[in-house]
């Protein structure tokens, strides 16, 4: 049984350019959240997406976007690029609801370096 | 509104000693509370959960935290230290409305070194 898995692992990116990341779910799991995890900080939560739909969003301005696929798999889109952009970005996945859907799991995550 | 307070950026501890990584929380409903680890160039690992049953957690690895409502705290202890349990610990909230999965807010972590 498949974890979390995320794609890139790394990435480097220039200021200004556009940036996507790729999320699939634990077998099972309906549910995607995307959080930003800085340099010796813990992970802000970005956003969450069930059923193709943004659920929850955190405190993240509109350059961050995202999206779900009827597969449940999820991208993370992050426009005009900015050197604070520069992370961790970790996905995890959940059931929205039912037993045991307080429980997050979380992929490997991918390292984002903005020059 | 919630959030977690993680005292101690560092904890450093001898093998075989008694580990403590203290958590405080607030918020506004009952919480679901719980404990992750991350290693170096990894995600998160869950290592427990409180979710309003019983308040003493049993964790992997030997880890366990007791929710305490009056103190509003769920410490994370492990009796005896093992070189292998040097990592960032991170405590977290969410709240479960209607039984739904709601975001996780995140402590700033703390991290155990374990020497010889």
């Known amino acids: 049984d498949a974890g979390v898995t995320q794609s890139p692992t790394h990435l480097i990116k220039t200021r200004g350019q556009q940036v996507t990341l790729r999320c699939s779910p634990k077998?099972?799991?309906?549910?995607v959240s995307w959080y930003q995890q800085a340099l010796g900080q813990g992970p802000q939560f970005i956003f969450q997406y069930y059923e193709e739909e943004e659920r929850q969003r955190g405190n993240f301005p509109d350059r961050f976007s995202g999206h779900q696929f009827p597969n449940y798999s999820s991208e993370l889109n992050v426009n005009a690029l900015l050197l604070g952009d520069s992370a961790l970005y970790l996905c995890?996945?959940?059931?929205?609801?039912?037993?045991?859907?307080?429980?997050?799991?979380f992929g490997p995550g991918t390292r984002l370096t903005v020059t | 509104a919630q959030s977690v307070t993680q005292l101690g950026s560092h904890v450093s501890v001898s093998e075989g000693a008694l580990v403590l990584l203290r958590c405080n929380y607030s918020s506004s409903v009952p919480p679901y509370l719980f404990w992750y680890v991350q290693y170096p160039n990894q995600g998160l690992q869950l290592l427990l959960k409180?979710?309003?049953?019983?308040?003493l957690v049993k964790g992997i690895n030997g880890f366990e935290a007791e929710f305490k409502k009056s103190e509003t705290s769920f410490h994370l202890t492990k009796p005896s230290a093992h070189m292998s349990d040097a990592a960032e610990y991170f405590c977290a909230v969410s709240y479960g409305a209607g039984g739904t999965a709601s975001k996780l807010t995140f402590g700033t972590g703390t991290r155990l070194q374990v020497t010889l």
């Open positions: 409180y979710t309003s049953a019983a308040t």
């Open positions: 995890a996945s959940s059931l929205l609801s039912g037993q045991g859907s307080y429980e997050q799991y």
């Open positions: 077998s099972g799991h309906d549910t």
